[in-house]
Protein backbone atom coordinates (compact mmCIF):
# COMPACT_ATOMS: atom_id res chain seq x y z
CA UNK A 1 0.00 0.00 0.00
CA UNK A 2 1.18 3.33 -0.07
CA UNK A 3 3.54 5.03 2.36
CA UNK A 4 2.22 8.37 1.90
CA UNK A 5 -1.73 9.74 1.88
CA UNK A 6 -2.11 13.26 0.79
CA UNK A 7 -5.48 14.90 1.24
CA UNK A 8 -6.77 16.68 -0.07
CA UNK A 9 -6.56 15.76 -3.47
CA UNK A 10 -7.44 19.18 -5.00
CA UNK A 11 -8.36 22.65 -3.43
CA UNK A 12 -9.85 25.56 -4.69
CA UNK A 13 -9.02 28.56 -2.87
CA UNK A 14 -10.46 32.65 -3.26
CA UNK A 15 -7.07 35.03 -3.30
CA UNK A 16 -6.60 36.19 0.05
CA UNK A 17 -7.74 33.31 1.67
CA UNK A 18 -5.86 29.89 3.33
CA UNK A 19 -6.15 26.49 4.13
CA UNK A 20 -3.71 23.49 4.78
CA UNK A 21 -2.88 20.33 2.88
CA UNK A 22 -1.90 17.70 4.69
CA UNK A 23 0.14 14.03 4.30
CA UNK A 24 -0.25 11.04 6.85
CA UNK A 25 2.49 8.76 6.64
CA UNK A 26 1.98 4.71 7.41
CA UNK A 27 5.13 4.20 8.84
CA UNK A 28 7.67 6.13 10.44
CA UNK A 29 9.62 8.53 8.52
CA UNK A 30 12.58 10.56 9.43
CA UNK A 31 11.99 13.98 7.24
CA UNK A 32 9.82 15.40 4.72
CA UNK A 33 9.96 17.48 1.84
CA UNK A 34 7.29 19.53 0.34
CA UNK A 35 7.47 20.76 -3.44
CA UNK A 36 5.13 22.70 -5.56
CA UNK A 37 5.40 21.74 -8.90
CA UNK A 38 4.11 24.49 -11.37
CA UNK A 39 2.32 25.05 -14.48
CA UNK A 40 5.62 24.48 -16.38
CA UNK A 41 6.23 20.90 -14.91
CA UNK A 42 9.20 22.27 -13.09
CA UNK A 43 9.08 20.95 -9.29
CA UNK A 44 10.25 23.97 -6.37
CA UNK A 45 11.88 23.04 -3.37
CA UNK A 46 9.41 24.60 -0.67
CA UNK A 47 10.50 23.32 2.80
CA UNK A 48 12.79 20.63 4.00
CA UNK A 49 11.85 19.38 7.85
CA UNK A 50 13.07 16.86 9.88
CA UNK A 51 11.37 17.85 12.72
CA UNK A 52 9.02 21.06 14.01
CA UNK A 53 7.65 24.05 12.13
CA UNK A 54 9.22 26.28 9.33
CA UNK A 55 7.57 29.51 8.20
CA UNK A 56 8.63 30.98 4.95
CA UNK A 57 6.57 33.86 3.80
CA UNK A 58 3.36 32.95 3.25
CA UNK A 59 3.83 29.01 3.97
CA UNK A 60 4.69 27.16 6.91
CA UNK A 61 4.88 23.53 7.38
CA UNK A 62 5.27 20.97 10.41
CA UNK A 63 6.40 17.62 10.11
CA UNK A 64 5.33 15.15 13.24
CA UNK A 65 7.39 12.32 13.07
CA UNK A 66 6.18 10.31 16.05
CA UNK A 67 2.29 11.18 14.87
CA UNK A 68 3.36 10.63 11.22
CA UNK A 69 2.27 13.45 9.59
CA UNK A 70 3.17 16.90 7.94
CA UNK A 71 0.89 19.93 7.36
CA UNK A 72 1.26 22.85 4.88
CA UNK A 73 -0.68 26.26 5.65
CA UNK A 74 -0.95 28.69 2.78
CA UNK A 75 -2.32 31.81 3.69
CA UNK A 76 -3.32 34.67 1.87
CA UNK A 77 -3.17 32.48 -1.79
CA UNK A 78 -2.05 34.72 -4.66
CA UNK A 79 -2.76 33.91 -8.18
CA UNK A 80 0.91 32.37 -8.65
CA UNK A 81 0.30 29.99 -5.81
CA UNK A 82 -1.93 27.61 -8.15
CA UNK A 83 -0.15 24.09 -9.52
CA UNK A 84 0.30 20.90 -7.08
CA UNK A 85 2.11 20.31 -4.15
CA UNK A 86 3.55 17.06 -3.29
CA UNK A 87 5.02 15.80 -0.15
CA UNK A 88 8.18 13.59 -0.13
CA UNK A 89 9.03 11.67 2.73
CA UNK A 90 12.07 9.79 3.69
CA UNK A 91 11.80 6.75 5.22
CA UNK A 92 13.85 5.41 8.57
CA UNK A 93 14.68 2.14 6.15
CA UNK A 94 15.10 1.89 2.50
CA UNK A 95 17.74 5.22 3.40
CA UNK A 96 17.91 6.48 -0.09
CA UNK A 97 14.35 6.20 -1.08
CA UNK A 98 11.78 9.44 -0.99
CA UNK A 99 8.24 8.24 -0.96
CA UNK A 100 6.18 10.80 -2.68
CA UNK A 101 2.54 11.34 -1.95
CA UNK A 102 -0.69 11.67 -4.97
CA UNK A 103 -0.51 15.65 -5.12
CA UNK A 104 -2.80 18.69 -3.98
CA UNK A 105 -4.11 20.09 -6.76
CA UNK A 106 -4.23 23.65 -6.15
CA UNK A 107 -6.59 26.47 -7.82
CA UNK A 108 -6.65 30.01 -6.63
CA UNK A 109 -9.45 32.20 -8.02
CA UNK A 110 -9.83 35.37 -8.28
CA UNK B 1 24.06 27.16 -6.98
CA UNK B 2 23.76 24.46 -8.89
CA UNK B 3 21.91 23.34 -12.00
CA UNK B 4 19.98 20.09 -13.14
CA UNK B 5 19.55 19.56 -16.70
CA UNK B 6 17.64 17.06 -18.62
CA UNK B 7 18.07 16.38 -22.35
CA UNK B 8 16.02 16.36 -24.44
CA UNK B 9 12.80 18.08 -23.42
CA UNK B 10 10.49 16.80 -25.48
CA UNK B 11 10.91 12.92 -26.80
CA UNK B 12 8.12 11.28 -29.65
CA UNK B 13 8.90 7.77 -30.30
CA UNK B 14 7.82 4.72 -32.16
CA UNK B 15 6.41 2.31 -30.87
CA UNK B 16 9.05 -0.61 -29.61
CA UNK B 17 11.64 2.08 -30.18
CA UNK B 18 14.56 2.65 -27.72
CA UNK B 19 14.64 5.50 -25.92
CA UNK B 20 17.49 7.37 -23.75
CA UNK B 21 16.60 10.14 -21.34
CA UNK B 22 19.76 12.10 -20.04
CA UNK B 23 20.50 14.20 -16.79
CA UNK B 24 23.49 16.09 -15.51
CA UNK B 25 23.83 17.86 -12.47
CA UNK B 26 26.54 19.86 -11.41
CA UNK B 27 26.10 20.09 -7.39
CA UNK B 28 28.50 17.28 -7.40
CA UNK B 29 25.48 15.01 -5.42
CA UNK B 30 25.91 11.52 -4.63
CA UNK B 31 22.68 10.24 -5.60
CA UNK B 32 20.87 10.65 -7.98
CA UNK B 33 17.25 9.81 -9.18
CA UNK B 34 14.88 9.11 -12.02
CA UNK B 35 11.20 9.36 -11.73
CA UNK B 36 8.46 8.51 -13.90
CA UNK B 37 5.43 11.12 -13.31
CA UNK B 38 1.65 9.74 -15.00
CA UNK B 39 -0.79 13.02 -16.06
CA UNK B 40 -2.33 13.99 -12.51
CA UNK B 41 -0.55 11.64 -10.93
CA UNK B 42 2.33 11.56 -8.53
CA UNK B 43 6.26 10.53 -9.23
CA UNK B 44 7.05 6.77 -9.20
CA UNK B 45 10.54 5.89 -8.64
CA UNK B 46 12.31 3.73 -11.77
CA UNK B 47 16.14 3.58 -10.69
CA UNK B 48 18.25 5.81 -8.53
CA UNK B 49 21.86 5.47 -8.05
CA UNK B 50 24.22 5.93 -4.72
CA UNK B 51 27.38 6.43 -6.61
CA UNK B 52 29.26 6.52 -10.11
CA UNK B 53 28.55 2.67 -11.77
CA UNK B 54 26.07 2.34 -9.30
CA UNK B 55 22.23 1.12 -10.00
CA UNK B 56 19.34 0.60 -7.54
CA UNK B 57 15.54 -0.44 -9.10
CA UNK B 58 12.58 1.37 -8.02
CA UNK B 59 9.23 0.22 -7.52
CA UNK B 60 8.90 0.91 -11.29
CA UNK B 61 11.83 -0.65 -12.65
CA UNK B 62 10.69 -2.82 -15.31
CA UNK B 63 10.83 -1.72 -18.97
CA UNK B 64 14.13 0.46 -17.87
CA UNK B 65 17.33 0.44 -17.85
CA UNK B 66 19.63 3.16 -16.20
CA UNK B 67 23.31 3.95 -16.33
CA UNK B 68 25.31 6.14 -14.11
CA UNK B 69 28.73 6.59 -16.02
CA UNK B 70 29.87 9.17 -13.90
CA UNK B 71 29.27 11.18 -11.15
CA UNK B 72 27.59 14.27 -12.76
CA UNK B 73 25.37 12.27 -15.23
CA UNK B 74 22.62 9.43 -15.15
CA UNK B 75 20.84 8.23 -18.05
CA UNK B 76 17.47 6.19 -18.41
CA UNK B 77 16.44 4.01 -21.43
CA UNK B 78 13.16 2.72 -22.39
CA UNK B 79 14.02 -0.26 -23.59
CA UNK B 80 10.67 -0.57 -25.98
CA UNK B 81 8.15 2.39 -25.88
CA UNK B 82 4.74 1.28 -25.37
CA UNK B 83 2.09 2.77 -28.00
CA UNK B 84 0.26 5.50 -26.86
CA UNK B 85 2.69 5.96 -23.32
CA UNK B 86 2.42 9.80 -22.50
CA UNK B 87 4.59 10.69 -19.31
CA UNK B 88 7.30 12.94 -17.88
CA UNK B 89 10.38 11.54 -16.91
CA UNK B 90 12.01 13.64 -13.75
CA UNK B 91 15.62 13.35 -12.55
CA UNK B 92 16.54 14.18 -9.62
CA UNK B 93 19.86 14.58 -7.24
CA UNK B 94 20.12 14.74 -3.47
CA UNK B 95 21.70 16.88 -0.87
CA UNK B 96 22.42 15.18 2.44
CA UNK B 97 25.29 17.10 3.95
CA UNK B 98 25.05 19.48 7.24
CA UNK B 99 21.48 17.99 8.56
CA UNK B 100 19.90 18.65 5.21
CA UNK B 101 18.12 15.91 2.85
CA UNK B 102 17.22 17.52 0.16
CA UNK B 103 16.15 16.46 -3.67
CA UNK B 104 16.46 19.18 -6.82
CA UNK B 105 14.55 18.50 -9.59
CA UNK B 106 15.51 18.84 -13.08
CA UNK B 107 12.96 20.11 -15.94
CA UNK B 108 11.79 16.56 -17.05
CA UNK B 109 11.63 15.41 -20.32
CA UNK B 110 8.41 14.79 -21.73
CA UNK B 111 7.69 11.45 -23.65
CA UNK B 112 4.78 10.68 -26.45
CA UNK B 113 4.99 7.66 -27.96
CA UNK B 114 2.70 6.87 -31.52
Known amino acids: GDQVEQSPSALSLHEGTGSALRCNFT?????VQWFQQNSRGSLINLFYLASGTKENGRLKSTFNSKESYSTLHIRDAQLEDSGTYFCAAASNTGYQNFYFGKGTSLTVIP | GGIITQTPKFLIGQEGQKLTLKCQQN?????MYWYRQDSGKGLRLIYY???????QKGDLSEGYDASREKKSSFSLTVTSAQKNEMAVFLC?????????????FGPGTRLLVL
Open chain 2, 92 to 104: ASRLNWGGKDTQY
Open chain 1, 27 to 31: TTMRA
Open chain 2, 27 to 31: FNHDT
Open chain 2, 49 to 55: SITENDL
